[in-house]
DNA sequence: GGCACTATCAGGAATAATTCTTATTATGAA
DNA sequence: TTCATAATAAGAATTATTCCTGATAGTGCC
């Protein structure tokens, strides 16, 4: 429902108190969190913070190519202050989401043009499976699939 | 691209009429829509039917195994009658998502396991561009941003 | 410093998608 | 028919996100 903003669209505007600390708490982090994530670790350092003020600057930060804003699957948006390109993995059991460190298969991009008429200009990549913790888990308690960690 | 080791998890209960109505319309089209597009479809045959129960039975079905729940990017659910295993492109100007013809990319999955330490289950790949009809209509805007989600 | 101008803020309301609750109705077995 | 169960419509609740508003804070100019 949302039209798409174009990354490095914007060019980055003055760096405010609250800006820097959510760029430096999900610079800290190897996880991918959500905004709401990402508000309460940043209301530790800054407690009259408001949720809206974290949306607002994460899009900002996203915007102008500090973080990127991950697109993958489940209802809750996500952002990674790790700029490379690198492919996630999601266990389908705890929502953990982690790197994938891999070269990115552009080669799947070809010849997708002529297979389908549309000019290709990316793809995501997602992995799915079961993290080691919840593989050790589902072992011990041979039950249970939500919330590990 | 989830692997279909629990599909079918659910007993196909009894077929109400309303769940036919919305099984036969996912039926007829060859796009992938949300649940309020099926609501707004079946409503026309079923003008009582409320959006909980299309909800519900689109949960339904899909946990029987008779039609597909979509994970693609963006924040609505789609919905596929086409259970044959196949990728998406999705258009950013329009969302509009088509089906992409092509051999599963199991090889993707090779390898994660003893790179990432998690069980690898499927993959989930999405091809992002501009379709025709959005190609035509746009001034040239040559953007180029790889995503890899 | 004082002033205008603007960006950003906090807080909360609004929106959108989805799930849940409740009272009612349909189905089918005994 | 009687009864238990499954499914329904309607709408309330929840969740994630965006938007609005009035207050505040940084910036350039005098
Ligand atoms: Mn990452
Ligand atoms: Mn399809
Ligand atoms: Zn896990
Ligand atoms: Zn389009």
Same mark, same amino acid.
């Given at each position: ?12 505007? *003055? ?5 820097? $600390?959510?760029?430096? %708490?999900?610079? @800290?982090? @190897?996880? /991918?969190?959500?905004?709401? %994530?990402?508000?309460?670790? =940043? *209301? ?9 003020? $974290?949306? *607002? ?11 990127? @804003? ?6 809750? #948006? ?13 266990? $389908?059991?705890?929502?953990? $989401? %982690?790197? =994938?460190?891999?070269?990115? /298969?552009? %080669? ?34 041979? #039950? ?6």
């Amino acid at each position: 429902m949302k039209k798409q903003t174009n990354s490095l669209s914007r060019q980055m505007p *003055r760096m405010t108190r609250q800006r820097q $600390v959510i760029l430096e %708490e999900l610079g @800290k982090v @190897k996880s /991918h969190p959500t905004a709401d %994530e990402i508000y309460r670790k =940043v *209301r530790r350092r800054l407690p009259r913070i408001s949720l809206g003020t $974290v949306y *607002r600057n994460l899009e900002i930060l996203s915007d102008c190519g500090s973080i990127s @804003k991950l697109d993958l699957a489940g209802r809750q #948006r996500r952002f990674d202050g790790d700029l490379t390109p690198h492919y996630h993995v999601r266990c $389908v059991q705890c929502e953990r $989401v %982690e790197d =994938v460190r891999a070269e990115p /298969h552009t %080669e799947l991009e070809k010849s997708l043009t002529d297979a389908t008429g549309y000019r290709i200009i990316g793809h995501r990549l997602e992995f799915i499976g079961i993290c080691p913790r919840c593989q050790k888990r589902s072992h011990a308690t041979g #039950r249970r699939a939500a919330a590990c960690g």
